[in-house]
């Protein structure tokens, strides 16, 4: 099954730490790059079957519920979308009112995920965010009395000026409001993030990397006890409630992104749209090839990329199943580069599943690169 991902690259304001593919909302732009975007998968229709459609950002909730439901009708022509289908929008607390999600929400969505970040108003403060924590509290409550059930909320740690015990206040937050999903990332400081000079001015620092390593382990550890399951990374759910429409991003699914910089794969093909926002509708508007950057994944590529995604979650990579899928020897090329975290209890293979420990997803990225550019062996 495919899932389908829609780009809406809007923002009220533009937050001083985001690398994302976005620019500040210009209702006239919006119209116009709403119909490319129905033109976009219009034109990409093949009938497949689809059971999920993921609305990213930017600010997807900038849209008019109207805008949403024409989207996902279009969708719904263009492919063959499942009746239960999970259509997922992220959506930012300043931009919600309860007639606009009950908009949403007969339109069709019944995903919410909200980028809350923190619970802290200083914090927030500092990450230039619109939101303050009492209105992220609100946006939540307003979403469960418009029907949804299920709500994923994000937050932010290694923030700076930010202690452990800070960070945890708002892991503690965030389980008392109970969503069905979280995600945890760690702040990443782009090069030239305005952050950063403004972390410089004002002589904030980020604590210790040992401390972004307790931030982890503890809020991990506190989702534990209240009922999470932790299945990626730097996600969490209760029973059932992963994210479909990303874990096809790390079970070698297939997608495909419509709107300006979104990335697709399909047949063991790769692509991604024009970032440009204006020049991705006047490509739609004339006809002309929205995708750049096309290439056909090689097989050891597509085994690497097999890997890479697959051991960011906790079950892991059955090793057979990938052996069998790309005629490969996975421990036999791997192996004499992996051994040695498995030595030190960072990764475990038991002969048959391949996988971090949660120590060793403190260090993904190294473990990851033994995946990347190795000696051939087989
Ligand atoms: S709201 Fe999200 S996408 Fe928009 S600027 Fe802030 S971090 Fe970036």
């Known amino acids: 099954m495919l899932g389908l991902y829609v780009h809406i690259p809007f923002c009220s304001a533009i937050c001083n730490y985001c690398n ?19 033109r976009e998968i219009e034109m990409q229709g093949d009938g497949a079957a689809a059971d999920t459609i993921y609305f990213g950002g930017g600010t997807p909730s900038l849209l008019e519920p109207s805008e949403i439901a024409a989207l996902i009708g279009a969708c719904r022509t263009a492919f063959a979308v499942s009746g239960d289908a999970e259509i997922s929008m992220e959506a930012n607390p300043e931009t919600v009112t309860p007639a606009r999600l009950a908009g949403f929400r007969e339109a069709g969505v019944n995903r919410l995920s909200y980028g809350v970040q923190s619970f802290r108003d200083d914090e927030l403060q500092r990450l230039s965010r619109l939101h303050s924590a009492n209105r992220a509290a609100e946006a939540f409550g307003m979403a469960r009395s418009a029907g949804f059930d299920n709500i994923s909320l994000d937050l932010m740690m290694w923030l700076p000026q930010q202690s452990t015990a800070q960070w945890l206040e708002s892991v503690d937050a965030l389980i008392a409001l109970g969503p069905e999903h979280a995600s945890l990332y760690i702040l990443e400081l782009y090069p030239n993030a305005p952050l950063r000079d403004t972390m410089a001015r004002s002589k904030w620092s980020l604590a210790p990397d040992d401390d972004a390593a307790e931030m982890y382990l503890e ?5 534990d006890a209240a009922g999470y399951e932790q299945y990626e990374i730097s996600n969490v759910a209760r029973p059932a409630r992963q994210s479909r429409h990303n874990l096809k991003y790390w079970t070698d699914g297939e997608w495909l992104g419509f709107g300006c910089g979104a990335h697709s794969t399909r047949r063991g093909v790769r692509w991604k749209n024009l970032s440009s926002t204006t020049e991705y509708i006047a490509a739609v508007a004339s006809g002309g090839q929205t995708a750049v950057e096309r290439r056909v994944l090689t097989d050891r590529e597509a085994l690497e990329e097999a890997l890479f995604t697959g051991l960011r979650l906790t079950c892991g990579i059955d090793v057979d199943t990938v052996n069998a899928r790309y005629k490969s020897d996975v421990w036999g090329i791997f192996g004499i580069g992996l051994e040695r975290f498995r030595e030190a209890g960072l990764l475990i293979y038991d002969g048959r599943l391949l996988r971090l420990s949660r120590a060793g997803m403190l260090l993904a990225n190294e473990i990851m690169s033994e995946f990347v550019g190795s000696t051939v062996v087989d």
């Open 20 to 38: 994302f593919n976005r620019g500040l909302f210009d209702a006239a732009l919006k119209e116009h790059y709403v119909q490319a975007l129905l």
């Open 219 to 223: 809020a991990m550890a506190r989702l």
